[in-house]
């Protein structure tokens, strides 16, 4: 509409009263119904906020605009005011809106706007809301809303993308091909190094759009992790911001697969992490940070893989924990290229399920304990690149079973 005026004069003329609220009213109307800029309308509809208006004109645009706007930015403004001035007249644009709508800036407007109007039909809205977009229980919901808020900087993020990517099958998040797995109402298996959106500008009216991997933009988790009670994998490789772990994932019992394999900024796993009493298998590969490993890992009664990995450039794990030996199920440990580690403690020698110890690239390693000659169940013992390694038990060729790699 050329020539229109500028949405921000009109709304002037009428705070230094060249114009009546009426007069305002009307030409803001004039004004939104002439023009498909995007920038344009949203600012009309802000001056609507601030000046009140309650009109049942009003609402029928509000309404229109909601329901068939392409933008999700104008949806969201226009979700915003009606819940704001026309609860009662609600039910029917925002009924629609939560079984249809598929951009979580709209999703997250309404989730914030019932949080604000306090009353049983709201929260009936909201709940109904958020179990249609994550199907999961009331109290897990709390972690995914916390998750998305890490990536809100990328305002519009198709809702799809959390019904596409779950499962009721927990392999198909082991194999990476779905990031949650779901039964009867609770995440059994979450893995979030695949989960790639769709991410547009945040700047109004952009049709910019680039694909982005949720793994990119993480660098702590939820503390609200620990209402996934009911979680026995968590796949978090390649989630290569990743600096910490929250104490309360050592809250999740049930947990039997921790996998941090490329978790390149993580420095070190939680103090508790004994308390992880189901687990089973500890991927620690390429967590070249991470230098030590906590004593109370040794509790992990029920752990049969626990792996590592370094790099030739930063100062990997340096030490392992005298009490390894506790690990009485552990079938394979794999400690490549930790270049600092000059011994095994004998305790090792404790470990009568291990059928796989790899110690490939520890340049520096000296020497293995005699007590190594305990471990009846090895089949393969990994020695690749241990240049400082001068000698080894001689009992350990009488082990028919046992493949030696040099």
């Known amino acids: 509409m050329t020539g229109s005026p500028n949405p921000e004069k009109v709304y002037n003329d009428y705070i230094i009263k060249r114009k009546s ?9 004039t004004l939104l119904e002439g023009t498909d800029n995007a920038d344009t309308i949203i600012k009309v509809l802000d001056i609507f906020d601030r000046l009140e208006v309650r009109s049942k004109q009003l609402f029928k645009i509000l309404e229109n605009l909601l329901i068939s706007d392409d933008n999700p930015l104008i949806r969201s ?10 609860l009662k007249e ?5 009924e629609w809106t939560i079984q249809h709508e598929q951009s979580s800036a709209v999703l997250k407007t309404l989730i914030k706007s019932f949080e604000k109007v306090d009353n049983q039909y709201t929260q009936t809205l909201k709940n109904e809301l958020l179990r249609s977009i994550f199907g999961v229980v009331q109290e897990e919901i709390q972690f995914f809303l916390k998750l998305d808020a890490l990536i809100e900087d990328y305002m519009e993020l198709n809702v799809d993308f959390y019904k596409d990517f779950q499962t009721d099958d927990i392999k198909d998040v082991i194999r990476g091909k779905a990031v949650y797995a779901i039964k009867l109402g609770h995440v059994i298996g979450l893995n979030l190094t695949g989960w790639t959106m ?16 949720i793994a990119d933009c993480i660098k702590y988790l939820p503390r609200s992790i620990e209402n996934l009670k009911h979680l026995q994998i968590l796949d978090l490789s390649d989630c290569s911001a990743l600096r910490r772990l929250p104490k309360v994932l050592c809250n999740l019992k049930e947990l039997r697969v921790l996998n941090l394999e490329n978790c390149h900024m993580l420095k070190k796993l939680p103090s508790d992490i004994g308390n992880l009493h189901s687990l089973e298998v500890l991927n620690l590969g390429m ?7 906590p004593d109370s890992l040794c509790n992990l009664q029920n752990l049969k893989e626990l792996k590592y990995r ?14 390894i030996g506790n690990l009485q199920n552990l079938e ?16 090792i020698g404790n470990l009568h399920a291990l059928e796989t110890l790899d110690l490939s690239y520890c340049k520096n390693l000296r020497s293995l304990p005699e007590s190594l000659n305990n471990l009846t169940s090895l089949k393969k013992l990994a ?8 000698s080894f038990p001689e009992s350990l060729s009488r082990f028919a079973n046992l493949e030696i790699l040099r």
């Open 332 to 347: 394979i440990l794999e400690l490549i290229s930790c270049k600092n580690i000059i011994s095994l403690p004998e305790s």
């Open 90 to 94: 609600v039910l029917s644009p925002i």
């Open 21 to 29: 609220k009426a007069e305002t009213i009307e030409l803001l109307v």
């Open 287 to 293: 967590c070249f940070n991470l230098n030590a490993l």
């Open 77 to 86: 403004a226009a979700a915003r005011i009606i819940l704001k001035y026309f």
């Open 310 to 323: 370094g790099d030739w450039t930063f100062m990997p794990l340096s030490s392992i924990p005298d009490n």
């Open 198 to 213: 769709s991410v547009y500008s945040f700047a109004v009216g952009s049709k910019a759009k680039s694909h982005k991997n």
């Open 383 to 390: 020695l690749t690149g241990c240049k400082s390694l001068k």
